[in-house]
Structure formats: structure tokens, C-alpha cells
């Protein structure tokens, strides 16, 4: 099992943000983690990368990772994307991607090359030297995933890099993260977009007030009664 999380709980004061939730992933897999909002989705995301405090078991490759802090884990390998993407505004493309490689290189130059190619892969090699702040949403997303992609992941969290989108942006990246998922990197992926989620993921979860409450496949989740009701808050019968 490329990455496995058992029994995940994060509390704030009184409101239990994620109860229990377990996952797993495999290499190449596409996990969608869908939810209401509020469910505990980018909460469940913080904990399973270090940046709220859990408890649970967390393992990458079978080495238990619990309680590495967020600047571990991408050396290892653990890379994630932000609900709210806030790359430094003033800064070049070519700059905010650098400052992610180098968790991985040693020095300047080879961290400056691998960004290069990170740009190149996310088709903004033609604006690395523009500042963040003058590129339009669909390239501040390709940014943000650029971010995590230099850190040469096996395994990715997308927080809503879809949604918000206009449609052919939205097609470019389906494409391009089916395009990272056959590369061999496992992807868990919260969207909003039920179309999105279903024509990506291999396999769904679905969570409403901490809890996991539903998981399949794609087909299965789109029928699951729990999962209708917590969309619809209450199917009459
Ligand atoms: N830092 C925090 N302190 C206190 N409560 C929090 C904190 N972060 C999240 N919460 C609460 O935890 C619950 C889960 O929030 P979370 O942001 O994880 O939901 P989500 O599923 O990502 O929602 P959305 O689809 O709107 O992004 C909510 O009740 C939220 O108000
Ligand atoms: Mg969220």
C-alpha cells in the first residue's frame, strides 16, 4: 500500500471536525473525498499532512508517518495543493516554484532547473517571470499544483483545484491530473464538481459531519442512499 490512514480524529474545542476516518492508496489511484461543506474534507487534508494536530495512524509505504511535521513529509513524498492558494503575490512564477524545490535540491542552480521543468510539465514555462499576482485563476491553480509537483510527490492532496474553473480550463485539467495519476503518483482529490469526481476517481469517499459515510466506486457512491441524503438533507420514503 503506497499510503494507508487509520482511525484519523481532529478536534476543535468541542466540534469533532473528523471522526475516525480511514483511507488507503494505491500507487496511480485517484481517491475523490467528496462532502458537503463543512464535512471535515480539508480538515481530514491538514491531518493527513501534518498541519493540525490527530490522532490515528498515518503510514507512507508501510513507515509510519504520524507524526512528522508538514516540512518533513515532501521529502518523503506527501505534497499538497491549498483550498486558498497563496503563492508569494510579488514574487516571479518562476520564484514561487524555485522556493519548492528547494525541500528537494541542494543547491541554487538545481533548484532553479528542477522548477524549469516543473513549469514546463504545468504549461507555464511562458510565464515564469511574470509576478503571481497579474496570472488569471486557471494558471494560479496550475501554480499551486506546480508548488507540490516540485516537490516530486508519490503521493498528492488536490483541495479544489477544479472547481471555479470555466469549462475548457476545467477539461485541460481532468486531463492533466489523469496525466499525473499514470505517471504513478497516488491522488486524493476533493471536488465539488460530482461530474469531475465521477468521470476522475478510481474510488470515492464520501464524508457529512466528520464522518466517512459512504465509500466505492464512482457508480456505487452515485447511488448510495447516505450520500444522497447528506447532498439533499432528507429523502423522504
Ligand atoms: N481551525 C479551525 N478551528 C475551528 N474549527 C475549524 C477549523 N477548521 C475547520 N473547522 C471546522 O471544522 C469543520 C470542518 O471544516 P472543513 O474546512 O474541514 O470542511 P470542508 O469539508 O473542507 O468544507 P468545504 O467544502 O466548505 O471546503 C467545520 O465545522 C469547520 O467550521
Ligand atoms: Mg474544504
Known amino acids: 500500500m503506497l499510503f494507508e490512514a487509520n482511525q484519523i480524529n481532529v478536534q476543535f474545542g468541542g466540534v469533532k471536525a473528523v471522526h475516525n476516518v480511514s483511507l488507503t492508496l494505491q500507487r496511480g489511484e485517484i481517491l475523490g473525498l467528496i462532502g458537503p461543506n463543512g464535512a471535515g474534507k480539508t480538515t481530514l487534508f491538514n491531518a493527513l499532512t501534518g498541519f493540525v494536530a490527530k490522532t490515528g495512524q498515518v503510514q507512507l509505504e508501510g513507515r509510519d508517518i504520524t507524526n512528522l511535521p508538514p516540512f518533513e513529509l515532501p521529502r518523503l513524498g506527501v505534497a499538497r495543493t491549498f483550498q486558498v492558494e497563496r503563492p508569494f503575490e510579488d514574487l516571479t512564477v ?25 513549469l514546463e510539465r504545468v504549461g507555464l514555462l511562458d510565464r515564469a517571470n511574470q509576478k503571481c499576482s497579474e496570472l488569471n485563476l486557471a494558471r494560479r491553480r496550475r501554480l499551486e499544483i506546480a508548488k507540490a509537483l516540485a516537490l516530486e510527490p508519490r503521493v498528492l492532496f488536490l483541495d479544489e483545484v477544479i472547481a471555479g474553473l470555466n469549462p475548457p480550463a476545467q477539461a485541460e485539467m481532468i486531463e492533466f491530473i489523469r496525466g499525473l495519476a499514470k505517471s504513478g503518483i497516488g491522488i ?36 448510495d442512499p447516505a450520500v444522497l441524503d447528506a447532498y439533499l438533507g432528507g429523502i423522504d420514503d
Open 94 to 118: 518562476l520564484e514561487n516554484v524555485t522556493i519548492s524545490s528547494f525541500l528537494r535540491q541542494t543547491n541554487a542552480k538545481a533548484a532553479r532547473n528542477a522548477a524549469l521543468t516543473t
Open 188 to 223: 486524493v482529490m476533493v471536488e465539488h464538481i460530482m461530474k469531475v469526481i465521477m468521470s476522475l476517481s478510481d474510488r470515492v469517499i464520501c464524508m457529512a459531519f466528520g464522518e466517512k459515510i459512504a465509500e466505492g466506486t464512482p457508480q456505487q457512491i452515485a447511488q
